[in-house]
């Protein structure tokens, strides 16, 4: 995945960008959202040191805030799930960082299944 605002590979005529529907798009966020990057895609994925990939998986785009013992997680719209998965916030709360701030995906896997 590539972040489309670090992109220096031109867009592909048929480039599927993710879009924030209108109605979502005008809703305050909370202080000290940050927006997660939103993927952009290419053709064939950049190489060199500086680049590490990872497998799409469908789930919630999450962003889990910590500062101290104060977690927050929102989604990519700035929806707080903290109450919806106390299993990942108690699991940022217990990171050894005083404050961190993570991107990532929250994804159910089945033990016989896929995703």
Known sequence: MIPAETSDTPSPPNAMVWRTSPARS???????FI???QPLLVA??????GWLHEVKHDGYRLLGRKQG?????????GANFNDRLPKIAEAVRNLPAESALIDGE????RLRSHC
């Open 106 to 109: 929250a994804v159910v896997f």
């Open 35 to 37: 927006s997660p990057c």
């Open 44 to 49: 064939r994925p950049p190489a060199g040191p």
């Open 69 to 77: 013992e104060r977690v927050t997680l929102w989604t990519r719209y």
């Open 26 to 32: 005008r809703r305050t966020r909370p202080a000290g």
